[in-house]
């Protein structure tokens, strides 16, 4: 028998045990790992490459927002992520879609939608509220911009990440576990990917993407 293995990304652990209850019907041989901060889920992925799905909120510990689904999306692109949070706007349902989403749930849905959304995305379907979201994104600024954000290499999404989060080259190079030269390179593709000239400029692209979760 098949065993279905879920990362379940959620910093509430109340919530983390709602989204365990909602899986534990899907399959008979269930593996659960809970993380709650943006590196424990990532480093969870890594470890382990047979993962089937994971459920991941957009505000987590140690990123901001739609960067931690850049940032994964690039490291594992054939890892299935469904995004779940709270934040159930269309322009965010969209743009979690346009970045890689395999799907999203609202956090206010009940535990048989939950179900529903996790059994669709692992049967290989894209699963969002009812609703449209297929239209392309209005802003044409917007669209170019992600279209730019999806050319960032994993280390420079999750350096990008970083800098949203505040942190110098020298903190990022420690956290990184790499030299504060890599992280200037990284930090120069990031601004010629993004078309800026300073990594203020870049950090407050990041921003724009992230405008829908602020509400």
Same mark, same amino acid.
Request: hydrophobic share 45%.
């Given at each position: /028998?098949?065993?279905?293995?879920?990362?379940?990304?959620?910093? @509430?652990?109340?919530?983390?045990?709602?989204?365990?209850?909602?899986?534990?019907?899907?399959?008979?041989?269930?593996?659960?790992?809970?993380?709650?901060?943006?590196?424990?889920?990532?480093?969870?992925?890594?470890? +382990?490459?047979?993962?089937?799905? /994971?459920?991941? &909120?957009?505000?987590?510990?140690?990123?901001?927002?739609?960067?931690?689904?850049?940032?994964?999306?690039?490291?594992?692109?054939?890892?299935?992520?469904?995004?779940?949070? !709270?934040? &159930? &706007?269309?322009? +965010?349902?969209?743009?979690?879609?346009?970045?890689?989403?395999?799907?999203?749930?609202?956090?206010?849905?009940?535990?048989?939608?939950?179900?529903?959304?996790?059994?669709?995305?692992?049967?290989?379907?894209?699963?969002?509220?009812?609703?449209?979201?297929?239209?392309?994104?209005?802003?044409?600024?917007? !669209?170019?911009? %992600?279209?730019?954000?999806?050319?960032? +290499?994993?280390?420079?999404?999750?350096?990008?990440?970083?800098?949203?989060?505040?942190?110098?080259?020298?903190?990022?190079?420690?956290?990184?576990?790499?030299?504060?030269?890599?992280?200037?390179? @990284?930090?120069?593709? %990031?601004?010629?990917?993004?078309?800026?000239?300073?990594?203020?400029? !870049?950090?407050?692209?990041?921003?724009?993407?992230?405008?829908?979760?602020? !509400?």
């Amino acid at each position: /028998m098949q065993t279905l293995t879920i990362i379940i990304a959620d910093d @509430h652990p109340l919530f983390r045990g709602a989204l365990s209850q909602a899986v534990k019907g899907i399959a008979e041989e269930l593996v659960i790992i809970e993380a709650g901060d943006f590196e424990v889920a990532r480093l969870a992925a890594e470890k +382990t490459p047979d993962v089937d799905l /994971m459920l991941l &909120d957009l505000a987590m510990p140690g990123v901001s927002g739609f960067s931690g689904l850049m940032s994964l999306r690039a490291e594992f692109p054939s890892l299935p992520i469904v995004i779940v949070s !709270a934040s &159930d &706007d269309g322009a +965010t349902i969209r743009r979690a879609l346009e970045l890689g989403a395999s799907g999203f749930i609202s956090k206010s849905s009940g535990l048989d939608d939950i179900r529903a959304g996790i059994q669709a995305v692992l049967d290989g379907d894209i699963w969002v509220p009812k609703g449209d979201f297929t239209a392309p994104e209005e802003d044409p600024g917007l !669209a170019e911009l %992600i279209d730019r954000l999806k050319t960032l +290499t994993p280390q420079q999404s999750r350096v990008l990440s970083m800098l949203g989060e505040g942190l110098l080259n020298k903190q990022i190079a420690y956290e990184l576990g790499v030299s504060e030269a890599t992280i200037k390179a @990284h930090v120069s593709a %990031i601004l010629l990917k993004l078309n800026v000239d300073s990594r203020t400029q !870049a950090v407050i692209k990041l921003s724009k993407i992230n405008m829908a979760l602020v !509400a």
